[in-house]
């Protein structure tokens, strides 16, 4: 069966830093994609990034990276120079077959200023 | 540009009531999956659809139905609602080709009193 643990379940940053927020996964499947969301506090879900199972390097999205070590199981994503408009729920996602996802329970980010 | 359409946003039932959740979406996707989000908790896939008259459950299937006539259109009913189906829910639609990203519904918020 698939899981997603976020051990996370606060985070706080100062604006202009960079910060982690972790993700493990498991799964017996040898291809899964792994995604993240944010969910700002009006409640939309925002796909932010996506790493496939066999690529060879990490994803990045302009300020977004994953950090995907597939032997730990493990797709941590990296947010560089935080801004408030950061603030939110941040939701790590797996990918299998027929795209059903699985989700771990979130970290809330703060981004102080 | 409309992409996943959820309706309606708000609904309170009370308990023993049946409605229908409206999803469609107008990207031309096979995929498309409904997931409850519970409080402190991450998305969980209710059933989900790989195309046009066909579904199947996913991990928290109980006190639900759907169905998939078309493409555009993916309903989730609630035959007799509970108080323990309040929840946010979520229509999610993607593409089969390869591990794609889901895209969200902006989200109903039902209440069963």
């Known amino acids: 069966a698939q899981k997603i643990t976020q051990t996370q379940p606060g985070m706080f940053v100062q604006e202009k830093e960079a910060v982690t927020l972790d993700c493990t996964y498991d799964t017996s499947d040898p291809s899964y994609g792994l995604f993240w969301y944010k969910q700002p506090s009006s409640g939309e879900m925002i796909f932010l990034i996506y790493?496939?199972?066999?690529?060879?390097q990490n994803a990045t999205e302009g300020r977004y990276s994953l950090n995907f070590q597939k032997a730990r199981k493990s797709a941590n994503l990296v947010i560089s120079a935080s801004q408030l408009g950061d603030s939110a729920m941040y939701f790590c996602?797996?990918?299998?077959?027929?795209?059903?996802?699985?989700f771990g329970s979130g970290t809330k980010l703060n981004v102080k200023p | 540009n409309a992409g996943v359409t959820q309706t309606p946003k708000f609904q309170v039932l009370k308990t023993g009531q049946s409605m229908t959740l409206q999803c469609a979406q107008d990207?031309?996707?096979?995929?498309m999956s409904w997931y409850r989000q519970d409080p402190g908790m991450g998305l969980r896939l209710i059933h989900y659809s790989v195309g046009a008259g066909i579904t199947d459950q996913g991990e928290v299937p109980n006190g639900y139905n759907v169905s998939r006539s078309t493409t555009e259109d993916f309903p989730l009913r609630l035959l007799s609602a509970a108080p323990s189906q309040t929840s946010v829910y979520f229509c999610?639609?993607?593409?089969?080709?390869?591990?794609?990203?889901?895209?969200f519904g902006q989200g109903t918020r039902l209440t069963v009193v």
């Open positions: 996602a797996m990918g299998g077959n027929f795209n059903k996802f699985y």
């Open positions: 790493q496939g199972s066999y690529d060879q």
């Open positions: 990207m031309n996707h096979e995929y």
């Open positions: 999610a639609s993607s593409s089969p080709a390869g591990n794609t990203e889901a895209f």
